[in-house]
């Protein structure tokens, strides 16, 4: 098989080659794999029209392979975006299945708390809605630091147990 102009071109720029496909695409591995596939292309074609610089002429092939490869790879960048978006918008959607199932969590939450001892309840409501500190909250209600500490430990181990055991039951059982 005789080798066509444009292949002896090739193998006689194939490192300025490399090095600029390098340059142009930001990755040495990427600009072997433009250079080999502008080898197939060269090798696949039959016959070229005559080609007065052939070094500018494979250089130009180069470019538009490196280029195309670019946009390609931009395309496919913004398809995965776009479909990845749609994936997240789906689960963070507010349903009226899942807004019915958040407000059934809450009024078993509720219950839950209710259930716990009025002091309790307090402490309970004055940190986590009202935002006072374990120590403002001792403060106002003229009880000690660790008793507000063990209805505090206490409250938000049953929100926690309440909470895996909803999560966990047959969502119709409970109301």
């Given at each position: 098989?005789?080798?066509?102009?444009?292949?002896?071109a090739?193998?006689?720029?194939?490192?300025e080659?490399?090095?600029?496909?390098?340059?142009?695409l930001?990755s040495?591995?990427?600009?072997?794999?433009?250079?080999?596939?502008?080898?197939?292309?060269?090798l696949?074609?039959q016959?070229?029209?005559?080609?007065r610089e052939?070094?500018?002429?494979?250089?130009?092939?180069?470019?538009?392979?490196?280029?195309?490869?670019?946009?390609v790879?931009?395309?496919?960048?913004?398809?995965l975006?776009?479909?990845?978006?749609?994936?997240?918008?789906?689960?963070d959607e507010?349903t009226?299945?899942?807004?019915?199932?958040a407000?059934?969590?809450?009024?078993?939450?509720?219950a839950e708390?209710?259930?716990?001892?009025?002091?309790?309840?307090?402490?309970f409501?004055?940190?986590r809605?009202?935002g006072?500190?374990?120590?403002?909250?001792?403060?106002?209600?003229?009880?000690?630091?660790?008793?507000v500490?063990?209805?505090?430990?206490?409250?938000?181990?049953v929100?926690?147990e309440?909470?895996?055991?909803f999560?966990?039951?047959d969502?119709?059982?409970?109301?």
């Amino acid at each position: 098989m005789r080798e066509t102009v444009l292949i002896e071109a090739y193998r006689e720029h194939e490192w300025e080659l490399l090095r600029f496909l390098a340059k142009r695409l930001g990755s040495p591995t990427l600009a072997s794999d433009i250079a080999q596939d502008l080898y197939v292309k060269l090798l696949a074609a039959q016959e070229y029209p005559p080609i007065r610089e052939r070094r500018a002429y494979l250089f130009s092939m180069a470019a538009n392979l490196a280029t195309d490869h670019l946009r390609v790879e931009k395309r496919r960048r913004e398809i995965l975006a776009e479909a990845d978006g749609l994936v997240w918008r789906q689960t963070d959607e507010l349903t009226p299945e899942r807004h019915a199932l958040a407000r059934a969590e809450f009024l078993y939450l509720q219950a839950e708390i209710a259930k716990l001892p009025p002091r309790c309840r307090q402490v309970f409501f004055l940190n986590r809605f009202q935002g006072q500190t374990q120590a403002q909250i001792s403060e106002s209600l003229q009880i000690g630091l660790t008793t507000v500490y063990k209805d505090l430990k206490r409250a938000i181990a049953v929100m926690i147990e309440a909470r895996r055991e909803f999560r966990g039951s047959d969502f119709g059982d409970k109301e």
